[in-house]
């Protein structure tokens, strides 16, 4: 018998879907992709996207789809498989997903990498992702997004750029090759990806900001890694703004590091949390304006000879630096280089800040302007043979505020050294090193030149620190008292006899002459007294003592309410239940039980008897609470002639540890409720 085989086409059709597939899509012929049909996809995502409609999506299976054109079309919607790559590349001056055409809502989701490769000249209009429109609300979630120059150095392009709108990424990575990893000016953006980087030499920041005055915007970044390969020209973070902006920019990462700096600062609103800041050449640096909160837990790098490893040099602003350890590893002048002007507000602190390289300072400070304080920091100077201070003022006469800083200096070396006069306001400080020519203190600073305070008292220097020494103009041990040395015992003959108008004299006179008080004058001193609203435990209370032939005596405020506490305990019950537990299978209410838990403790069934008025008077009114406390279910029956009202005429507990509450409404009538069955 002869067999044939017939290819018969049964359409699948789907709602408001589109599919691309680089194996068995078709962009022409009688197989062309057709919309809401998943047996016909689309080849290329360019056709599918010409065929969308508002309310689409286009869903993209594996393979590498190079495109010519901006994917981005106000309501339409992708999905990329895992093993999707979507490159824009060649000679083409576009970005892959942007809303430059005007005000865009659409998604994408899924597992594609999204590459711009262009070669087109003009890099300002090449990103990848771009967001430029005030009503634009997009979201992101893939792989990665890359932005990858190959042919040239630094770029002003950006693997994403957000001017306006809302925008929303969720990626594994964000890269920037010869570009900017992500560029904020504007609009609300929410980014979390673990890996944010300026990969490759030439590379541009891999987090960069440009807030105008006129931007108000928000922009929350969430990242474990913000990585800056580029060693010549560029930061791993720089932030940037006009310091009257109402943008405000929050960045929490992990690690952020740049071969030649980790972060520049210089203008905007900026909220930074790290766990760790390094740069080869300057970890940080605070430059111009604005508005700065920055707390990381560790910083280091310097490695390529640095002047300092941290800079902090602002003209206005406030800026607000919260560091936990930091050291160095070649820095050439100082560790920490901090300096105020004009109208600006400089509060760091350092924490453990070591010095590492030799005849270097261990923190700079200098005002000229402004305020500067430093606080919560301690520096170790301590490399053999070196002649740098832990602190050193390198300019302005702007006096400099200093809290909870602590300078370890080495031995024959200066705590605190200057170029000119200089005045430290010092509360809970202290150096073990002397203040140099020129520096002096106000406040608390506390010279340890390493003396026992041991019989010694705190002493003031004349530079206005203070150290312990030993008590001068008279104090010391006594030798003798009127000759006698040894156990002293002196009587009349030693001291003289009590000449007349002596003060026993006097105090006697006294007493002859005043009058004994009254209940008249005791009263009136009681009534002219000032009032006092709450008393206190120590105040005391005047009273007769009738026990002790009625003299006068006090009793503090403390013992009243002692007292009155124990007397009231006898009147009054205690608030706290007092718990009954039955372990039979049967049981009856009983008197004590008013006010107070009942609980059945049985692994069988058990009952509760309500008894009569006459059996047990409880009061009308009194509950009683009974909990199932063993696995037997529990139950109530009332005694003959008494009445149980429940809703459903239940009368058990529905659950192990459930509870009910039984109330006397009446001389024989009762109420139950809570978590109670038939």
Request: net charge negative; with cysteine.
């Amino acid at each position: 018998m002869a067999t044939f085989d017939i290819d018969i086409e049964v359409p699948i059709p789907t709602g408001q879907m589109l599919y691309v597939d680089q194996t068995y899509g078709s962009d022409s012929g009688p197989t062309i992709g057709l919309r809401n049909r998943f047996d016909r996809p689309f080849l290329t995502p360019e056709a599918a996207w010409a065929a969308a409609m508002a309310g689409d999506l286009i869903h993209v299976g594996p393979g590498d789809y190079a495109v010519e054109e901006n994917l981005a079309k106000n309501g339409v919607h992708w999905y990329f498989e895992q093993g999707s790559e979507i490159v824009l590349d060649g000679a083409v001056q576009d970005q892959l997903f942007s809303d430059e055409s005007g005000a865009m809502t659409f998604s994408v989701g899924g597992y594609g990498t999204l590459i711009n490769r262009s070669t087109a000249t003009d890099n300002d209009l090449i990103d990848t992702v771009r967001i430029t429109n005030a009503s634009s609300n997009v979201t992101i979630i893939c792989s990665a997004i890359i932005n990858e120059r190959t042919s040239e150095t630094f770029s002003t392009r950006s693997a994403v750029r957000q001017t306006a709108g809302t925008l929303r990424i969720t990626c594994d990575r964000i890269v920037g090759i010869k570009a900017i990893g992500l560029w904020w000016d504007d609009g609300d953006g929410y980014i979390e990806c673990p890996y944010i980087a300026g990969e490759q030499a030439g590379s541009g920041p891999a987090i960069y900001t440009t807030a105008t005055e006129t931007a108000t915007g928000k922009w929350w970044i969430n990242t474990s890694n913000v990585i800056c390969e580029d060693v010549d020209n560029n930061e791993a973070i720089q932030l940037n703004g006009h310091a009257d902006t109402e943008a405000r920019v929050w960045i929490n990462a992990e690690e952020v590091r740049g071969e030649l700096i980790g972060i520049t600062l210089s203008g905007g609103w900026n909220y930074l949390n790290f766990m760790k800041i390094s740069g080869g050449f300057k970890a940080l640096q605070i430059t111009g304006g604005g508005h700065n909160w920055l707390d990381c837990q560790k910083i280091n790098g310097g490695e390529l000879g640095p002047d300092f490893l941290i800079s902090v040099n602002p003209s206005s602003g406030e800026h607000y630096v919260k560091l936990h350890n930091c050291s160095e590893a070649g820095a050439t002048s100082a560790i920490a280089n901090l300096n105020s002007s004009a109208a600006a507000v400089v509060d760091v602190s350092l924490g453990d800040t070591r010095v590492t390289s030799a005849n270097i300072t261990g923190v700079q400070i200098g005002s000229t302007g402004g305020s500067l304080r430093l606080q919560n920091t301690n520096i170790y100077n301590t490399v053999a043979g070196t002649t740098g201070s832990p602190l050193a003022f390198i300019g302005g006469t702007e006096p400099i505020d200093i809290n909870n800083v602590n300078v370890y200096a080495l031995s024959g070396n200066d705590g605190v050294i200057s170029n000119t006069t200089s005045v430290l306001r010092s509360t809970a400080s202290k150096t073990d090193g002397p203040l140099g020519t020129g520096v002096t203190a106000e406040g608390d600073l506390f010279y340890d030149d390493g003396t026992d305070p041991s019989g010694k008292v705190a002493t003031g220097n004349a530079n206005g620190s203070w150290s312990w020494a030993a008590p001068t103009g008279g104090g010391g041990a006594v030798d003798s008292v009127n000759g006698q040395t040894g156990t002293v015992s002196l009587d009349a003959a030693d001291v003289g006899a009590d000449p007349a108008g002596s003060a026993a004299a006097a105090q006697a006179a006294a007493i002859a002459a005043s009058p004994a008080e009254t209940v008249t004058t005791i009263g009136a001193l009681i009534n002219g007294a000032t009032a006092k609203t709450t008393p206190v435990d120590a105040d005391m209370i005047g009273l007769m003592d009738s026990a002790a032939s009625n003299v006068l005596k006090k009793l503090s405020w403390a013992n009243i309410k002692a007292t009155l506490k124990t007397y009231f305990d006898t009147l009054y019950s205690p608030t706290a239940l007092t718990i009954r537990t039955y372990a039979g299978t049967t049981d009856a209410l009983v008197i004590g039980d008013a006010g107070n838990m009942v609980r059945g403790n049985n692994a069988a069934g058990n009952v509760i008897t309500v008894p009569l008025n006459a059996t047990v008077a409880f009061p009308v009114g009194s509950q009683v609470l009974v909990s199932q406390y063993g696995a037997g279910q529990t139950s109530f029956t009332p005694e003959g002639g008494v009445t149980i009202n429940s809703g459903g005429a239940a009368l058990k507990i529905a659950i192990r540890y459930g509870c009910a509450v039984l109330t006397k409404t009446g001389t024989n009538e009762w109420n139950l409720e809570g978590n109670i069955a038939i």
